[in-house]
């Protein structure tokens, strides 16, 4: 059994776009909503520093409102951010997600790595999912953005 999701994935955009999908809050709420939900800018707030929060509101595709709320961990620009997040803000019991950067030749390499710890194999399978959807749609994002 494993303790953590790990994910990696590379773009081909700069490191420093790349960096800025976690820390401008119209590319985070984008990413974040995926091509399935919708996370309008009004329902967004975010203080990117460290100790800075940050909160959305997905609309789902039911009409269902899933609120979410989360920290910066984590700043180095434009290497590493590490943030927590929860969808249930009141708990304060949230696992930390690392996002380190690296360039490469044409792009660069992003691995989002969350620990699991005494998540059944579903939970995990389910967090894995949801970062794919969230890394293609960060794709696609850096795709219409200026280099």
């Known amino acids: 059994m494993t303790d953590a999701v790990t994910l990696v994935r590379t773009f081909a955009a700069p490191q420093e776009q790349v960096y800025s999908l976690f820390v401008t809050p119209e590319y985070f709420a984008t990413w974040f909503g995926?091509?399935?939900?919708?996370v309008p800018l009004d329902t967004f707030a975010m203080d990117v520093r460290i100790g800075?929060?940050?909160r959305a509101v997905m609309h789902l595709p039911d009409g269902t409102l899933k609120h979410w709320a989360g920290s910066f961990l984590e700043l180095d620009a434009p290497n590493r951010v590490v943030f927590d997040l929860t969808d249930e803000p009141e708990n304060p019991d949230r696992l930390p997600v690392t996002a380190t950067l690296r360039p490469t030749d044409g792009g660069t390499e992003l691995a989002l790595v969350q620990p699991t710890p005494g998540w059944?194999?579903?939970?995990r399978a389910a967090l894995e999912q949801g970062y794919n959807a969230f890394l293609d749609s960060m794709d696609r994002l850096l795709q219409r953005l200026p280099a």
């Open 34 to 38: 995926t091509d399935q939900v919708d």
């Open 52 to 54: 800075g929060q940050w």
């Open 120 to 123: 059944p194999a579903e939970g």
